[in-house]
């Protein structure tokens, strides 16, 4: 593994593949050097809470991979059937 890189776990369950989804949807957006903010439980003020993904270079993700094999997503962000029928 590149050294520049950190690795970053997580085990979930009964997700149906959202985690691994969205976040290669930030990879996805991130990737053509665009920044932007990613809010969670935007109407909920007490949860409410900003990151900011800064797709300048500094902010990248390698891969995202769920059980060992790279999430795959369509056009629209959605997890590709052919990906999912791998698992």
Do not use: T
């Amino acid at each position: 593994m590149d050294e520049e890189f950190d690795k970053v776990e997580f085990l979930v369950k009964g997700d149906e593949g959202q985690m691994a989804a969205m976040i290669e949807y930030i990879n996805r957006c991130s990737a053509v050097g665009h920044s932007f903010d990613i809010v969670v439980d935007p109407d909920l003020s007490e949860y409410k809470k900003s990151f900011f993904a800064d797709g300048d270079g500094r902010f990248r993700i390698k891969d995202v991979k769920k059980n060992g094999v790279k999430v795959e997503l369509d056009k629209e962000g959605d997890i590709l059937e052919s990906y999912l029928r791998s698992l």
